[in-house]
């Protein structure tokens, strides 16, 4: 670029709302933009309504991130082999077009534990969300309110979950990762359970942990001073997080290479919440769920972020739909970017459809504006599929309409 095009294009960004958004970590702020970095930037949008699918919000999410923050939101384990994998599941499945069906009224609402919802896009539990941007959870929380979306709050969340349900002005459902130590999960479902929430979801997918290594290749990249947010050697993590404050919990609670089927009894005599139970990628641990007496079975692979099993949550997702044959709503996420993504899934048996990073994006991007958006666009890609399909409700999705190359 040469060097009046340059300042013009600096001229523009500084005009934009993107500038303000990126605040004093990236590019623009320091003098020392590249050529290339300007040609990348310039690809950019600067508002969320001129995102034209989720991956724009990404591209923004990107350069506004703090380095390891960006890390921590788009990495899986080792060599992100999950992850990938994720993403090429849904290439192996192809859509069935059912033509001359009247579809001018599509309708997405469904039924998913006694809960009416208008559609089964659902937000998937993330924490520390404030990494992401200032607005956090309550700004997911009123994008959600605003589209009309449930939401999934993690229980490693930066606001607590009382605000949260204000902010969404209705009940979310709890996500819990338990703790070793018992009373510490206790204390979070009764605090959750008097909250309204009415559901908790209990993720099993880290109890031996996980190998985060290009996490920490991006936090060791950035060039900033961690301690000025995060204690020393982040030692009291837990501690910051609200919905452990006066639980007790010491971080060595977390990690739960000990817990077996039986927790599942314990959580359904300490509470009156129905139990989903998230991170299923088996059809033998989907008929466990339902023999141990959860209400759901959530197919996920923590968004490649578990194991580096290398096989695509789609890909395991018939075998947990047969194995758990209709006794149980099912729920799937881990690598969902677009409407057509979803119609694969429903197509397959799944009754919702969780997202994480699609919306994670948005948020980082944006905040509440671009969570909005981010939902806003898969709701319309998935109208327009389902409309491409020949199949206005839900109820009319099914194996006819994907095939397998
Ligand atoms: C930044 C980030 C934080 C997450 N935090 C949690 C969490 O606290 N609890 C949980 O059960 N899952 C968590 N997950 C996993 C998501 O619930 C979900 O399974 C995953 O994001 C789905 O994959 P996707 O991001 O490809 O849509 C997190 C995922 C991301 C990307």
Redesign the pocket.
């Known amino acids: 670029m040469e060097t009046l095009a340059r300042r013009k294009f600096l001229e523009f960004l500084a005009a934009s709302p993107l500038l303000a958004a990126l605040g004093p970590y990236r590019l623009l702020a320091a003098e020392g933009a590249t050529d290339a970095d300007l040609q990348r930037l310039a690809h950019l949008v600067t508002a969320p309504e001129d995102a034209l699918d989720v991956f724009d919000l990404h591209r923004v999410a990107r350069e506004v991130l703090p380095t390891a923050h960006y890390g921590?939101?788009a990495t899986g384990t080792d060599g992100n082999e999950t992850l990938r994998s994720?993403r090429a599941a849904f290439e192996k499945v192809y859509l069935r077009a059912m033509r001359m069906v009247d579809t001018r009224q599509i309708d997405t609402t469904t039924e998913l534990l006694g809960q009416s919802l208008g559609s089964p896009i659902v937000l998937?539990?993330?924490?520390?969300q404030r990494a992401f941007h200032a607005g956090g959870e309550l700004a997911t929380a009123r994008a959600a309110r605003e589209r009309g979306h449930l939401q999934i709050l993690?229980?490693?969340s930066t606001h607590g979950i009382e605000e949260v349900i204000e902010a969404r002005g209705e009940p979310v459902w709890f996500?819990l990762?338990p703790t070793s130590d018992w009373s510490v999960a206790r204390r979070m479902l009764q605090r959750a359970e008097r909250a309204g929430a009415p559901v908790v979801?209990l993720?099993v997918d880290l109890n031996s942990g996980s190998n985060r290594v290009l996490e920490a290749y991006y936090a060791r990249k950035d060039g900033r001073d961690c301690e000025q947010c995060h204690a020393p050697g982040h030692a009291d993590w837990l501690e910051r997080k609200p919905m452990y404050f006066e639980t007790g919990a010491r971080e060595e609670a977390f990690s739960t290479p000990g817990m077996t089927w039986d927790y599942l009894a314990r959580i359904r005599a300490a509470t009156g919440m129905k139990l989903v139970v998230?991170g299923i990628v088996t059809g033998e641990d989907a008929a466990a769920c339902i023999a141990h007496g959860a209400d759901a079975v959530y197919v996920?692979n923590?968004?490649?972020?578990a194991e580096a099993s290398g096989w695509g949550a789609l890909d395991s997702l018939p075998e947990v739909v047969a194995a758990v044959d209709g006794r149980a709503p099912v729920l799937v996420?881990?690598?969902?970017r677009r409407g057509t993504d979803i119609f694969k899934a429903l197509a397959m048996g799944a009754d919702a459809v969780?997202?994480?990073?699609?919306y994670?994006w948005g948020l980082a991007a944006f905040g509440q504006a671009g969570v909005a958006r981010a939902l806003e666009l898969l709701q319309a890609e998935l109208t327009l599929v389902m409309g491409q399909m020949g199949t206005p409700t839900l109820a009319d999705i099914g194996s006819r309409h994907i095939g397998r190359h």
């Open positions: 921590y939101l994720n998937a539990p993330a924490g520390s993690s229980n490693v996500q990762y979801v993720t998230k996920s923590h968004g490649g972020r996420d881990s690598g969902f969780c997202v994480g990073r699609a994670l």
